[in-house]
């Protein structure tokens, strides 16, 4: 047993290295019933005796491994987070094969399972924010594996926006979208990125007025890549 708690502290140690420094590891059998429900339609069975991962990377340190992929690779995150997701299960988990639900063809329901996780909490512009790197994170990867892994604690501190009295995010906004009551009108949204000579295009403003989590905000490179990867999608659904 020692030796398998040595090997798990290990595997974390390893993925913060690479750049997943938010990690939990569930019990999919204490999931909320709606969000058992969610997997259920998604054809995931949350009731085998296995563990529920859930990867995300903070700030830059995962985009300075791989930013030079992303030239030559069209989805190095992807590549990148299912490599670490298989290889930490069989390396340090003793895990030899997992079931990998994202990233995928599936809609893994991130932000609810992230909420569920105590990884992040809602905000009025629509991303979640992480206690620690407020709106600057992102998840990677979710998956199953058969190991008796320790249970995580959810983060601390509870809702950054809570303790926000002056809304940085409801001013910065171009469009006029964000509400802190009433949350982001993606409509308006959507309508004022797709304008010709956006300043809202490859970036979303009022993320950028967020006080959370400053120091781990993404580079320049960073925030384009993005950004504008967002944006082909957003134009594609507009259009089909």
């Given at each position: 047993?020692?030796d398998?708690?040595?090997?798990?502290?290990?595997?974390?140690?390893?993925?913060?290295?690479?750049?997943?420094?938010?990690?939990?590891?569930?019990?999919?059998g204490?999931?909320?019933?709606?969000?058992?429900d969610?997997?259920g339609?998604?054809?995931?069975?949350l009731?085998?005796?296995?563990?529920?991962?859930?990867?995300?990377?903070?700030?830059?340190?995962?985009w300075?491994?791989?930013?030079?992929?992303?030239?030559?690779e069209?989805?190095?995150?992807?590549?990148?987070?299912?490599?670490?997701?298989?290889?930490?299960?069989?390396k340090?988990?003793?895990?030899?094969q997992?079931?990998?639900?994202y990233?995928?063809?599936?809609?893994?329901?991130l932000?609810?399972?992230?909420?569920?996780?105590?990884?992040s909490?809602?905000?009025?512009?629509?991303?979640?924010?992480?206690?620690?790197?407020g709106?600057?994170?992102?998840?990677r990867?979710?998956?199953?594996?058969h190991?008796?892994?320790?249970l995580?604690?959810?983060e601390?501190?509870?809702?950054?926006?809570?303790?926000?009295?002056?809304?940085?995010?409801v001013?910065?906004?171009?469009?006029g979208?964000?509400?802190?009551?009433?949350?982001?009108?993606?409509?308006?949204c959507?309508?004022?990125?797709?304008?010709?000579?956006?300043?809202?295009?490859?970036?979303?403003?009022?993320?950028?007025?967020?006080?959370?989590?400053?120091k781990?905000q993404?580079g320049?490179?960073?925030?384009?890549?993005?950004?504008?990867?967002?944006l082909?999608?957003?134009?594609?659904w507009?259009?089909?």
């Open positions: 047993m020692k398998q708690g040595v090997r798990e502290k290990a595997g974390h140690e390893w993925l913060d290295s690479l750049g997943f420094q938010i990690r939990a590891v569930l019990d999919p204490c999931s909320p019933s709606a969000l058992w969610e997997f339609r998604l054809g995931i069975d009731t085998s005796n296995a563990r529920l991962v859930l990867l995300a990377m903070g700030g830059t340190r995962l300075n491994r791989i930013q030079k992929r992303v030239k030559t069209a989805d190095p995150f992807d590549v990148f987070a299912i490599y670490a997701a298989n290889l930490v299960s069989k340090y988990w003793g895990c030899d997992i079931e990998l639900l990233p995928g063809s599936l809609a893994v329901p932000q609810r399972l992230g909420q569920f996780a105590g990884c909490y809602p905000s009025p512009i629509g991303v979640d924010l992480h206690p620690v790197y709106p600057w994170f992102a998840y990867a979710v998956f199953l594996i190991a008796e892994l320790q995580t604690e959810p601390s501190g509870g809702s950054p926006c809570e303790s926000c009295a002056d809304k940085p995010c001013a910065g906004c171009p469009a979208a964000v509400s802190s009551t009433d949350g982001i009108d993606l409509g308006r959507i309508e004022h990125r797709l304008l010709p000579r956006s300043g809202c295009a490859d970036r979303c403003r009022s993320r950028l007025m967020c006080p959370v989590g400053k781990w993404y320049e490179a960073q925030l384009a890549y993005h950004g504008n990867r967002s082909v999608s957003l134009t594609r507009t259009q089909s």
